[in-house]
């Protein structure tokens, strides 16, 4: 069952307790921060600056529906991390689910996602909207994508955004979920100029990964295909030589009904890791990941790290200072709990 049918030595010294204890010091801590202003799932916040202070900004997503409907949000908000405080900014020109959000210097990009109304609830979206200052100014318009494509990792890097996998239609009709398909196509926006250029497409196409940036080289983590569900195949893309290598993959969860790798989850960068936390599987079970897993890249491996106190998908994560901070998604698969949980992780002593 897919996701949218489903919708519709020393150590030998310690005592027992201490050594898990020593076990615990080691992983990573979740901590509940302010709720965000709505609830929302299918959301791909980013980092932003706001009056000089780095913020994490969400815009869009899915709310909870009436009838077997998709609920869909044009609200746009802003979370000042020192201060544990949400603010609401300009909202959209139009509801949005899926809609992905990228920072580049002075401004904020929203991009693509999905339209839903009488003429379908996954009508796929190229536009992309522009802001400069969330509490000044409304969205504006920019150059669309070349298609449409959705649920793809959006990452900026080096002054150019970059859309990767997802979504895509797969004929002319694009109103509904089956209407699409997988694709592995990868475009940079170039905000100077206004303008999309293609780059070596994702080796193996998937919709609803994570991503993140680190040491000059940008991830893709794990997700899921429309025919075989999810799949735990992680790959990094040089942008400079524009060729792509496979990479350790997302390792066994620790529920054993769970498959391996984890659609809609989220992903962050913080001191030289990456942390990939959250998503959900469907199939004989459905269910929501708690896991967290570090990769660490002097050791090109997968760690299992502090379980999510609040497990959920469909959720965003933006790293901040010395902490990633896990925003909106479900408790449940599918629609189910869609929540305004915020959460806090704070690294490892390891590091």
Not at 29 to 37: E, K, Q, V
Not at 51 to 68: C, L, N, Q
Not at 220 to 236: K, L, M, Q
Not at 271 to 290: D, R
Request: with cysteine; charged share 20%.
């Amino acid at each position: 069952m897919d996701r949218r049918s489903f919708l519709i030595a020393g150590g030998a010294a310690l005592t027992a307790p201490s050594a898990a204890r020593a076990a615990r010091d080691h992983l990573g801590r979740w901590t509940p921060r302010a709720d965000m202003p709505f609830a929302a799932q299918e959301i791909y916040p980013a980092e932003f600056r706001c009056g000089g202070e780095p913020v994490v900004v969400v815009a869009g997503g899915i709310t909870a529906g009436d009838g077997g409907k998709l609920g869909v949000t044009d609200a746009c908000a802003y979370y000042v991390a020192v201060a544990d405080i949400w603010n609401i900014a300009a909202t959209l020109p139009a509801p949005r689910h899926h809609l992905a959000l990228a920072s580049m210097k002075e401004s904020l990009f929203a991009i693509g996602g999905f339209a839903a109304d009488e003429a379908g609830q996954w009508r796929m979206q190229r536009d992309v909207w522009r802001i400069d200052d969330l509490n000044r100014e409304n969205w504006r318009p920019v150059a669309p994508m070349p298609l449409p494509q959705a649920e793809a990792v959006t990452l900026s890097h080096d002054g150019f955004i970059h859309v990767i996998g997802g979504r895509t239609p797969k004929g002319e009709r694009n109103q509904d979920w089956t209407d699409q398909t997988d694709t592995g196509a990868h475009w940079t926006y170039d905000p100077k100029e206004d303008t999309w250029k293609a780059r070596a497409p994702l080796p193996v196409p998937r919709n609803s990964a994570a991503g993140a940036v680190l040491g000059g080289e940008l991830y893709v983590v794990s997700g899921r295909t429309v025919a075989n569900g999810n799949t735990p195949v992680c790959h990094a893309y040089d942008p400079k030589a524009d060729t792509w290598r496979e990479i350790a993959s997302l390792p066994r969860p620790s529920d054993p009904k769970a498959p391996r790798g984890q659609g809609g989850l989220a992903a962050a960068a913080l001191n030289g890791s990456i942390y990939a936390f959250g998503g959900e599987w469907f199939g004989e079970t459905s269910g929501v990941y708690a896991d967290t897993f570090v990769y660490r890249p002097e050791k090109e491996m997968w760690f299992p790290d502090a379980v999510m106190s609040r497990p959920r998908h469909g959720l965003g994560a933006v790293a901040l200072g010395d902490a990633i901070y896990a925003v909106g998604g479900a408790t449940g698969p599918s629609a189910n709990g869609t929540c305004a949980y915020v959460d806090r992780l704070d690294q490892s002593p390891l590091g």
